[in-house]
């Protein structure tokens, strides 16, 4: 049923942006189903202090109040903010926008009321974004669009509307990704790939880092993965950075929507040069940063403390970000990482000499390799890092690789994605390699090396390997079944198509000669 409205409300949506650039035209429609949530949950709140406060029964009773009396005393702002909901001005509520949709200033009507909001809300300074009066869209599209929105109230309450409110707007990311092509994936990481790092991080409670946010993804499915194990929403503080202003806004609703708390910095800002959270040492860190970037460097970070086991190369900021999370984790936390493959055995610039002092401090815990094709905007394979600075006693001195290159799927002509239970299998397999109770999937009891799948590696091997972290190097070959066909009889048949080949070769040779010949050219 969900999936039905999701894909018919993107299918409208896609109708109504013309010829308008998606990347554009994405904040338009973000934004609106933005303001729709957060009028929608205002006005069920709303409704719901009223009741109580006629409700003798409630401890907000209102005595003998007239209807005036409690519609002032429903204004007040601690009702909203007590539940962690944002006040919204009678000037910018969304029925007031909908009754306007038809008018030609409805653009500048829609950055008015986000103004209103803004002025109410200090949390969502500067977050919304203020472009509907000069959007370039065809005359009446744009409330055409507010129409449509108004079609998004689902949920009596405002849990359930928060809920899929949220995957609406998480789908239509998605697939504003795939219409942006190769510029969508600096702001989207595929659902199945966040959900492998969750799965394997288990990040059940404590601070939850992400120092390239994008659009939000990751802490989304962290705040899913905690209520669908038995805990709840606010069991993790999320901090987040993100250099891009329009991500880093589009990052901020989509949390806001969920009703999760989160720090977000001050600022957009770069990680590296004006980070925003530099005392900030977290339980877990999730991140997909971007692939193989070489503008980073800037030279006040020469000899910066991150730079723990050796300067990273300033063509290529891998291993910047890799020493990054490292830096920020508590001595008890888990990092897990999306990195291109040539980050798992490169050796130039001093990677080589970086990652092997990584390896022997023994903070590279699990390294996975993924299939290709997973991400809306390249083709380049990637792999997950884990990162711990203290491993459980028995698996120390030893880097559990997982080869998942052949678990995935195809969902498009260009794009496949993990199933939920490979990823289910991989975290079964984490879980039991570190020892921990496993509850996900079938039950895997102790850890036993898969050939073709996994393996546990002591780092004298590595070493050996000139510390080369690529799992298709140590995880061996599956084994693979005998057929059912003779070895005598496979080789009858082959040879037999061998010489067939090589009848028909000297053919050739002998019509070559000919038609030369008959040219006056012997050989």
């Given amino acids: 049923m969900l999936d039905d409205i999701k894909k018919t409300l993107w299918a409208t949506a896609d109708k109504l942006r013309a010829n308008m650039d998606a990347a554009e035209y994405k904040h338009l429609v973000l934004g609106l189903i933005f303001v729709k949530y957060i009028s929608d949950t205002f006005a069920a709140r709303r409704a719901e202090v009223v009741a109580r406060l006629a409700d003798p029964d409630d401890e907000y009773f209102y005595g003998d109040a007239s209807a005036e009396d409690l519609a002032a005393e429903a204004d007040d702002r601690d009702y909203y903010t007590a539940v962690n909901v944002f006040w919204v001005p009678e000037d910018a509520r969304w029925e007031s926008l909908r009754a306007q949709a038809k008018k030609p200033e409805i653009g500048k009507l829609i950055d008015e009321a986000l103004s209103l909001i803004e002025a109410e809300n200090p949390k969502l300074k500067g977050i919304l974004d203020k472009r509907y009066a000069r959007a370039q869209l065809p005359d009446g599209k744009l409330g055409e669009l507010v129409d449509l929105v108004s079609t998004m109230g689902f949920g009596e309450n405002p849990s359930s509307a928060r809920d899929v409110l949220g995957q609406v707007y998480e ?13 969508g994936g600096q702001f989207y990481t595929p659902a199945s790939i966040v959900k492998t790092l969750v799965a394997v991080l288990s990040p059940h409670q404590g601070q939850v880092y992400d120092p390239c946010c994008g659009s939000g993804g990751m802490f989304v499915q962290s705040e899913r993965f905690i209520e669908a194990h038995g805990g709840k929403l606010g069991d993790v503080s999320i901090y987040g950075q993100e250099a891009n202003p329009t991500t880093w806004r589009l990052a901020a609703m989509n949390l806001a929507i969920r009703g999760i708390d989160f720090n977000l910095g001050r600022e957009p800002g770069d990680t590296f040069t004006r980070n925003q959270h530099p005392d900030l040492r977290a339980d877990f860190i999730l991140a997909n940063p971007p692939f193989n970037i070489s503008d980073w460097w800037h030279g006040s970070l020469e000899g910066d403390a991150r730079w723990q ?19 920020h984790l508590k001595p008890s936390g888990r990092a897990g990482i999306v990195l291109a493959n040539g980050s798992m055995s490169s050796s130039q610039n001093n990677e080589g000499v970086i990652r092997a002092a990584m390896v022997e401090a023994d903070v590279v815990e699990v390294m996975i390799a993924l299939p290709g094709q997973l991400f809306f905007n390249t083709q ?6 884990f990162l711990v600075k203290r491993k459980p006693a028995e698996r120390k001195g030893r880097v559990l690789f997982i080869d998942a290159r052949k678990s995935s799927r195809m969902i498009s002509r260009v794009q496949c994605e993990f199933a939920d239970e490979e990823i289910e299998r991989i975290a079964a397999v984490v879980a039991a390699w570190r020892g921990e109770a496993v509850s996900v999937g079938e039950v895997v009891g102790e850890y036993a090396d898969v050939p073709g799948f996994c393996r546990s590696v002591p780092l004298a091997e590595i070493a050996q390997h000139g510390h080369v972290l690529t799992p298709g190097r140590y995880v061996g070959a599956e084994e693979v079944e005998d057929d059912d066909e003779a070895f005598a009889e496979k080789m009858s048949k082959l040879t037999e198509r061998l010489g067939e080949q090589m009848a028909k070769g ?16 012997e050989f």
């Fill in 309 to 327: 086991y050796g300067d990273p190369p300033q063509g290529n900021a891998n291993y910047a970000w890799l020493q990054h999370m490292l830096h």
């Fill in 171 to 183: 789908y239509f990311l998605g697939m504003f990704a795939s219409a942006e092509g190769k510029r």
């Fill in 380 to 385: 380049i394979p990637a792999c997950l890092w």
């Fill in 506 to 521: 000297a053919e050739l040779d002998a019509l070559i000669r000919a038609k030369l010949g008959g040219l006056g050219y």
